[in-house]
């Protein structure tokens, strides 16, 4: 039951680009413990995988906890806009020693068979 909840929180999460932590590792393992006792595994073997799924979960809990930091989020975002600034989708937003470049890349791809 705990496995199939923290599927769908997991899957749910996944959608929305949440941050999940190690929960896919912790999920891995409880369908490991789950086929251990289903095969017969010995008892030692289930409790192993259950104390990975326990691991898991505890790291998953401590890094969701720690939220974000305001120095990393601004790094993100400074990054962010200085790849914008190489980025170039047409030959005007190209840097002029470009131009030529992109417009010939873009004369290819025009011509190119689909």
């Known amino acids: 039951m705990l496995r199939r909840d ?16 190690q929960l896919g590792k912790a ?12 095969k017969g595994y010995p008892l030692r073997q289930v409790r192993e995988f259950q104390r990975r799924a326990i691991m898991a979960l505890k790291e998953t ?12 989020i601004k790094d993100n975002i400074q990054k962010d806009s200085a790849n914008d600034d ?4 047409t030959v005007d937003e190209a840097p002029a020693q470009y131009r030529d ?5 873009f004369k290819v791809l025009g011509e190119a068979p689909r």
């Not at 190489?86 to 989708?89: E, G, I, N, P, R």
Request: proline share 0%; aromatic share 6%; glycine share 4%.
């Open 6 to 21: 923290s599927e769908t929180i997991y899957a749910q999460a996944s959608l929305q680009h949440i941050r999940t932590g």
């Open 27 to 38: 999920i891995q393992h409880m369908r490991q413990a789950e086929d251990a006792l289903i």
């Open 61 to 72: 809990q401590t890094e969701l906890d720690s939220g974000f930091s305001d120095v990393a």
């Open 86 to 89: 190489q980025v170039a989708s």
């Open 101 to 105: 470049l992109v417009s010939e890349y």
